[in-house]
C-alpha cells in the first residue's frame, strides 16, 4: 500500500460510517435567476449574484449588498433571457433586495416559476442543507450542499470577526442583532442572494455574506421569514444617496468584463451558449468522492493576515527568514484560495502552482516535481467523529505521518517544536491541530554543508470529517548562512536564492492556512 494512502486508511479508521445524500434541483432551477449591476461601466465592471423569482415572475428577490445608487440592473432568466430590472423595495437590516422587470421589457420566458411559500420550521445542527446558485465563473447554475452549523447566540454580531463588526456597524447594514442561519460550510462568490431548501425541499432561507476573514469567507443564510418584512415595506425604487461601497466588504462579488462579458442592456433573446455570447469563465472544481474545491479568490498573506484571526504565525516563518538578511516581496507572497463547498474546508494553495486529486491513491497533492525542497499534499475522509477523541487522533497521526516523511527525504527522527505547536477547539465541534517537526541534521548533497527537513501538519476535525494538510521543506544552513553574509533582496530580485526561500514559506504558510470555513 502506499504510505500516504495508509495515512488515509488511518483517518477513516478513526471514523465511523462515510454518509452521503443527495438533492435534485431541478425542481427549483427554473425559479433562479443572475443578476447582474453594473458598478462601474467605462471600467466595465459589474456585481454578480444569485436571485430567485418570488411569487409573480415579474419579481427577484436577491442580496441588497450587491445594489449600488444609480447602476443599471439586469436579471438573467432561465440562463437564456436578459432583462432590465429595478429596485422596488428593500429590507436593510436583513440585506435584501426586491426587484422589478421594467415594464417595457420583452414578458418574462414561459417556464419560469416562481417560488411562493418558505418554511419558519427550526433546522437541527448537522442538518444536509442545499442552495441553488452560479458560482461567479461558472456558465450555469448549480446546487450546493451543505450543513446547519451551531453557534450560540445565533445572530450576526456572534458569528463575524471583530474587524467585520466594527466595518458593519459603521455602514448600518445588516443588523448585527440579526438572526441568522449558521452554515457549516461556505457559498461560493456569486451565491449572495441563492435561495436554500431543507431537505423536503422548502425555501428555508437566502445565502448571505462573502465578508473576508483570513483565506476564507464568512457566509450564512438570511431566514426566509424576512421576505414577509421585506414585502411589506415601504416603496422605494431608488438607494439612499450615501448608500455604502461594500466592495471592501463584499470583495469576491465583483467580477470584470474578462469574466462577464455581458451585452449590456440588449434585452435579446436566447442565447445558445452563455460561454460563446457572455464570456464567462468555466471554473472546474478538484474533487475527490467527498471534497470539491473551487476557485474563488487569489490572495496575498499580507491580504490574508489583515483578517486573520493568527498573523502572529503566518508572519513567524517570515520573521525568521528576514533575520538571516532576506528582504521579502511581501506582494509577490500569493495564494490561490480553494474553497470546500461540501464540508467547508479551506485551502491556500501557493499562486500558480498545479492543484490536483491523485485518483490512485487518494490524496490532494500540489505538484512540485519540478522543486525539490518542498512538498505539499492534503488528505481527508468524511464520517461520524462525534465521538472521537482529537488528542488520541493527533497521537495516531504522529505515530504514522513523520516515519514516512523520514523515509520520502531520508533522513533521521523528527521532534516536535514546542513554540509553533498548538491545538485548539474552535467550539465543540470544530478543533484544529498546528504541529511543526523537525529532523535531525543530515548531509546536504544539493547545497553543502549540514540541512534539516521541516515537517508542518495542520489536522482539522469535525463532527463529519477529519481533514489533514502535510507540508515539508528543506532548510539548507549553508543558504542560511550565504544569506546572512551575502543578503538576498527578493525585493529587486537580485538574487537567484529568492525562489528558494519564497518557496520555503509559501509552503509553510498553505499549511497553516487550511482551516475551516467559518
Given at each position: 500500500?502506499?504510505?500516504?494512502?495508509?495515512i488515509?486508511?488511518?483517518?477513516?479508521?478513526i471514523?465511523?460510517?462515510?454518509f452521503?445524500?443527495s438533492?435534485?434541483?431541478s425542481?427549483?432551477k427554473?425559479?433562479?435567476?443572475r443578476v447582474?449591476v453594473t458598478?462601474?461601466?467605462?471600467a466595465?465592471k459589474y456585481?454578480v449574484?444569485?436571485g430567485?423569482?418570488?411569487?409573480?415572475?415579474?419579481?427577484?428577490?436577491?442580496?441588497?449588498?450587491a445594489?449600488?445608487?444609480g447602476?443599471p440592473?439586469?436579471v438573467?432568466?432561465l440562463?437564456e433571457?436578459?432583462?432590465?430590472?429595478?429596485i422596488?423595495?428593500f429590507?436593510?437590516?436583513?440585506?435584501?433586495?426586491?426587484l422589478?422587470?421594467?415594464?417595457?421589457?420583452?414578458?418574462?420566458?414561459?417556464?419560469?416559476?416562481?417560488?411562493?411559500?418558505f418554511?419558519?420550521q427550526?433546522?437541527k445542527?448537522?442538518?444536509?442543507?442545499?442552495?441553488m446558485g452560479y458560482?461567479?465563473?461558472?456558465s450555469g447554475?448549480?446546487?450546493r450542499?451543505?450543513?446547519k452549523?451551531?453557534?450560540?447566540?445565533?445572530n450576526?454580531?456572534?458569528?463575524?470577526p471583530?474587524t467585520d463588526?466594527?466595518?458593519?456597524?459603521?455602514?448600518?447594514?445588516?443588523a448585527?442583532?440579526?438572526?441568522?442561519?449558521?452554515?457549516?460550510?461556505s457559498l461560493?462568490?456569486g451565491?449572495?442572494?441563492?435561495?436554500?431548501?431543507d431537505p423536503?425541499?422548502?425555501?428555508?432561507?437566502?445565502g448571505?455574506?462573502?465578508?473576508?476573514?483570513g483565506?476564507s469567507?464568512?457566509?450564512?443564510?438570511?431566514?426566509a421569514?424576512?421576505l414577509?418584512e421585506?414585502?411589506?415595506a415601504?416603496?422605494?425604487?431608488?438607494?439612499?444617496s450615501n448608500?455604502?461601497?461594500m466592495?471592501l466588504?463584499?470583495?469576491a462579488e465583483?467580477?470584470?468584463?474578462?469574466?462577464?462579458?455581458a451585452?449590456?442592456?440588449?434585452?435579446e433573446?436566447?442565447?445558445?451558449?452563455?460561454e460563446e455570447?457572455?464570456?464567462?469563465?468555466?471554473?472546474?472544481?478538484?474533487?475527490?468522492?467527498?471534497f470539491?474545491?473551487?476557485?474563488?479568490k487569489?490572495?496575498?498573506?499580507d491580504?490574508?493576515?489583515?483578517?486573520?484571526d493568527?498573523?502572529?504565525t503566518?508572519?513567524?516563518?517570515?520573521d525568521y527568514i528576514e533575520s538571516?538578511?532576506?528582504k521579502?516581496?511581501y506582494?509577490?507572497?500569493?495564494?490561490?484560495i480553494f474553497?470546500d463547498?461540501?464540508?467547508?474546508?479551506i485551502?491556500a494553495?501557493?499562486?500558480?502552482?498545479?492543484f490536483?486529486?491523485?485518483e490512485e491513491?487518494?490524496?490532494?497533492q500540489?505538484d512540485y516535481?519540478e522543486?525539490?525542497n518542498?512538498?505539499?499534499?492534503?488528505?481527508?475522509?468524511t464520517?461520524?467523529?462525534?465521538?472521537?477523541d482529537?488528542?488520541?487522533?493527533?497521537?495516531?497521526?504522529?505515530?504514522?505521518v513523520?516515519?514516512?516523511?523520514?523515509?520520502?527525504?531520508?533522513?533521521?527522527?523528527?521532534?516536535i517544536?514546542?513554540?509553533?505547536s498548538?491545538?485548539?477547539?474552535?467550539d465543540?465541534?470544530?478543533?484544529?491541530?498546528?504541529?511543526?517537526?523537525?529532523s535531525e541534521d543530515?548531509?546536504?548533497?544539493?547545497f553543502?554543508g549540514?540541512?534539516?527537513?521541516?515537517?508542518?501538519?495542520?489536522?482539522?476535525m469535525?463532527?463529519?470529517k477529519?481533514f489533514m494538510?502535510?507540508a515539508s521543506f528543506?532548510?539548507?544552513?549553508e543558504?542560511?548562512?550565504?544569506?546572512?553574509?551575502?543578503?538576498v533582496?527578493?525585493?529587486?530580485?537580485?538574487?537567484?536564492?529568492?525562489?528558494?526561500?519564497?518557496s520555503?514559506?509559501?509552503?509553510f504558510?498553505?499549511?497553516h492556512l487550511t482551516?475551516?470555513?467559518y
Open positions: 500500500m502506499n504510505k500516504r494512502n495508509f488515509l486508511s488511518l483517518l477513516i479508521a471514523s465511523g460510517t462515510i452521503s445524500q438533492f435534485d434541483p425542481v427549483i427554473n425559479s433562479l435567476v447582474k458598478v462601474d461601466a467605462n466595465k456585481n449574484c444569485t430567485f423569482v418570488w411569487k409573480n415572475p415579474n419579481q427577484v428577490v436577491t442580496s441588497l449588498h445594489m449600488r445608487p447602476a440592473i439586469q438573467l432568466y440562463n433571457a436578459w432583462r432590465k430590472a429595478k422596488v423595495k429590507l436593510l437590516k436583513a440585506d435584501l433586495v426586491l422589478e422587470i421594467l415594464p417595457d421589457e420583452k414578458p418574462v420566458p414561459a417556464g419560469v416559476v416562481p417560488i411562493t411559500s418554511s419558519t427550526p433546522i445542527f448537522g442538518t444536509e442543507i442545499f442552495a458560482n461567479n465563473g461558472a447554475s448549480s446546487s450542499t451543505l450543513k452549523g451551531y453557534v450560540d447566540p445565533e450576526l454580531g456572534n458569528l463575524v471583530n463588526k466594527a466595518a458593519l456597524e459603521k455602514i448600518g447594514f445588516p448585527l442583532d440579526l438572526p441568522i442561519l449558521y452554515l457549516e460550510g461560493l462568490p451565491y449572495s442572494g441563492s435561495p436554500v431548501f423536503q425541499g422548502r425555501l428555508i432561507g437566502i448571505d455574506g462573502g465578508l473576508e476573514k483565506a469567507n464568512v457566509s450564512w443564510l438570511i431566514p421569514k424576512y414577509t421585506l414585502e411589506n415601504p416603496v422605494s425604487s431608488t438607494l439612499p448608500f455604502p461601497d466592495s466588504l463584499f470583495s465583483m467580477v470584470e468584463e474578462s469574466s462577464l462579458q451585452q449590456a442592456g440588449s434585452g433573446e436566447v442565447v445558445s451558449s452563455m455570447e457572455y464570456g464567462f469563465a468555466e471554473y472546474e472544481p478538484v474533487s475527490s468522492s467527498n470539491e474545491f473551487w476557485p474563488t487569489n490572495r496575498s498573506l491580504e490574508m493576515a489583515e483578517t486573520s493568527d498573523p502572529a503566518l508572519y513567524s516563518i517570515t538571516f538578511n532576506v521579502l516581496d506582494d509577490y507572497l500569493r495564494f490561490d474553497e463547498i461540501n464540508y467547508g474546508v485551502l494553495v501557493p499562486e500558480a502552482e498545479y490536483y486529486y491523485d491513491n487518494g490524496y490532494f500540489v516535481s522543486n525539490l518542498v512538498d505539499l499534499f492534503y488528505m481527508g475522509v464520517g461520524d467523529y462525534s465521538q472521537t482529537f488528542q488520541q487522533m493527533i497521537g495516531q497521526v504522529l505515530e504514522i513523520p516515519p514516512i516523511i523520514q523515509n520520502q527525504w531520508a533522513v533521521e527522527g523528527f521532534t517544536n514546542e513554540e509553533f498548538t491545538w485548539r477547539e474552535i465543540q465541534y470544530r478543533k484544529i491541530a498546528n504541529i511543526l517537526m523537525v543530515f548531509e546536504d548533497g544539493e553543502g549540514l540541512s534539516k527537513v521541516y515537517l508542518y501538519l495542520t489536522i482539522l469535525s463532527h463529519d477529519s494538510s502535510v528543506c532548510m539548507s544552513d543558504q542560511l548562512s550565504n544569506a546572512a553574509t551575502n543578503g533582496d527578493c525585493l529587486n530580485y537580485t538574487s537567484d536564492d529568492c525562489d528558494y526561500f519564497e520555503l514559506i509559501k509552503v504558510c498553505a499549511a482551516t475551516f470555513a
